[in-house]
């Protein structure tokens, strides 16, 4: 259950009038450090972040995490085609401006990775560093068609216990040692309360038109320059889970390749994508940002 008290409620509004939430996670007393800039994926919400949003912030970091619009507590857009990621990056970069934040660790899972990638080509400087959570520019085509499978579907379920079968149900191949109480806590950060009180899937079904008009390909363009780009000028962590279908270990090796610098860690037994909560994965964040201003 997400412990409000930890985080207050920032508001500010996109170029084109939504109005856009954040889970503001203050950092803990010590010396100045970077904000992070959390970034969830496509069909998701800033709860992803809750379980390691706050260790962030009493390591001493800021941490900001994101409702992209169309998902949580962020308004619906009226025009479905803006749900892609250069439209996505350029409200990042609102709060950012709002905020009066000009370089920050940008924390992006899945899309929130390939919204790192957008920001980059727009503003250099702003990202000081990157940690890119199962995500890469380039992803294999099982998992891109496993997501868009399910993305805008409508879902019935009228009670709790059967939203969180059907959190089951679509994630059991990436934590298959999942318990009950965990399914039950992962519909919480993926559902919300529906109007008449049945619980409903937390993000506007129309997310799904840019992928139907596209085609699953269009989620993830040739985004290697971009890659390139981000890794090659400042520090990058890659974590990938151990048997995601998404970004596959040939993939991850091209990633590594091409930028050998890069920080790498994998997630043993977790498909796509890590929690962050993981040892192997909270292990290499907090080592990695160790090192970062």
């Known amino acids: 259950m997400t412990d409000s008290s930890l985080f207050s409620e920032r508001r500010w509004s996109s170029t084109d009038g939504l109005g856009l939430y954040a889970r503001d996670y203050p950092g803990a007393d010590g010396p100045a450090r970077l904000p992070v800039i959390a970034i969830h994926g496509l069909t998701r919400n800033s709860a992803d972040f809750e379980l390691i949003a706050p260790l962030i912030a009493r390591s001493g970091r800021r941490v900001l995490a994101l409702d992209i619009r169309g998902r949580g507590r962020s308004d619906r857009a009226s025009d479905p085609?803006?749900?892609?990621?250069?439209?996505?990056?350029?409200?990042?970069?609102?709060?950012?401006?709002?905020?009066?934040?000009?370089?920050?660790?940008?924390?992006?899972?899945?899309?929130?990775?390939?919204?790192?990638?957008?920001?980059?080509?727009l503003k250099t400087r702003v990202v000081a560093a990157a940690i890119l959570n199962d995500i890469g520019p380039a992803v294999s085509p099982e998992g891109l068609a496993r997501i868009a499978a399910y993305s805008g579907q409508p879902v019935e379920t009228p009670t709790w216990a059967a939203a969180a079968d059907y959190a089951r149900r679509i994630n059991a191949v990436a934590f298959p040692l999942y318990g009950d109480a965990d399914w039950e806590a992962f519909a919480r950060r993926i559902f919300r309360d529906g109007t008449e009180g049945s619980p409903v899937l937390d993000y506007d079904p129309d997310i799904a038109v840019p992928i139907r008009a596209g085609g699953a390909g269009a989620l993830v363009p040739n985004l290697w320059p971009y890659f390139r780009r981000l890794a090659k000028k400042r520090p990058t962590l890659l974590i990938r889970g151990g048997t995601s279908d998404l970004l596959g270990p040939d993939i991850a090796a091209r990633m590594r390749k091409a930028a050998p610098e890069m920080h790498y860690a994998e997630v043993p037994g977790v498909g796509h994508a890590p929690m962050l909560d993981e040892p192997e994965a909270r292990s290499a964040i907090f080592e990695f940002l160790r090192d970062v201003p």
Do not use: N
């Open 81 to 121: 085609m803006t749900y892609q990621p250069p439209v996505y990056a350029k409200d990042v970069l609102a709060l950012l401006e709002a905020a009066g934040i000009e370089r920050a660790v940008f924390l992006g899972t899945s899309m929130g990775g390939l919204i790192t990638m957008a920001i980059t080509a």
